[in-house]
């Protein structure tokens, strides 16, 4: 069982900038694929983006050029940096650990509003 917490979403912005993290458990982290999704009220859960354990990463085409995630396995974390928010971008952000099975965590809002 792999734990994950995600922490950073807020209130921005348009054009604002959030990062967002996402700790997960495990003296593996390394080999895990992570990845972020996010789900508007009314719509499909979506991926954003991934990152190997590679560091292969994979964008939407909607927050591409808008949007980087990268790794820390130091300290077992995977980031989301944000920039350009718009306001399509508002929703709730999960993080996805995949290993030997799909761990989520609880998510964390993200409201992009002047």
């Known amino acids: 069982q792999v734990r994950v917490v995600e922490s950073g979403g807020g209130l921005v912005q348009p054009g604002g900038s959030l990062r967002l993290s996402c700790a997960a458990s495990?003296?593996?982290?390394?080999?895990?694929?992570m990845g972020w999704f996010r789900q508007a009220p009314g719509k499909q859960r979506e991926m954003v983006a991934i990152i190997t354990s590679g560091g292969t990463t994979n964008y939407a085409d909607s927050v591409k050029g808008r949007f980087t995630i990268s790794r820390d396995n130091a300290k077992n974390t995977v980031y989301l940096q944000m920039n350009g928010l718009k306001p399509e971008d508002t929703a709730v952000y999960y993080c996805?650990?995949?290993?030997?099975?799909?761990?989520w965590g609880q998510g964390t809002q993200v409201t992009v509003s002047s």
């Open positions: 996805r650990s995949s290993w030997l099975g799909d761990y």
């Open positions: 495990g003296s593996f982290f390394s080999i895990y694929n």
